[in-house]
Nanobody
Framework: QVQLVESGGGLVQAGGSVGISCVAS??????????IGWFRQAPGKDRKFVGSSRWSSGIKYNVDYIESVKDRFTISRDNAKNTVYLQMNNLKPEDTAVYYCAVSSQYAPAQPITQQHLYDYWGQGTQVTVSS
């Protein structure tokens, strides 16, 4: 079993910034080789893919974002700490959602894993509210 614990998020004004961290623990696994995805669920809507960091080869990672968050959100990871980060800048009210990190053991060098059922473990979710 792998546990993912999220921290951060909160209430922020439009145009502001907030970050979320996601720490993995539990069974022995090579965190550096796993795809870490970020999803969000807005009020009354389905949970959707936001972006991911996925191992390609060696020390190379591919990072993906949906169009609406490109140039505003940054996904980074510290493999030594089994931690992945989601930094969100220039936030908009439509970014209001519960944000989830998730881990997938799927090897995906060519394209992002956007399907939720391909993720094995999930964080508890963290609320981000952007006021206008």
């Amino acid at each position: 079993q792998v546990q993912l614990v999220e921290s951060g998020g909160g209430l922020v004004q439009a145009g502001g910034s907030v970050g979320i961290s996601c720490v993995a623990s539990g069974q022995t696994f090579d965190f550096s080789r796993y795809t870490i995805g970020w999803f969000r669920q807005a009020p009354g809507k389905d949970r959707k893919f936001v972006g991911s960091s996925r191992w390609s080869s060696g020390i190379k990672y591919n990072v993906d974002y949906i169009e609406s968050v490109k140039d505003r959100f940054t996904i980074s990871r510290d493999n030594a700490k089994n931690t992945v980060y989601l930094q969100m800048n220039n936030l908009k009210p439509e970014d209001t959602a519960v944000y989830y990190c998730a881990v997938s053991s799927q090897y995906a060098p060519a394209q992002p894993i956007t399907q939720q059922h391909l993720y094995d473990y999930w964080g508890q979710g963290t609320q981000v509210t952007v006021s206008s």
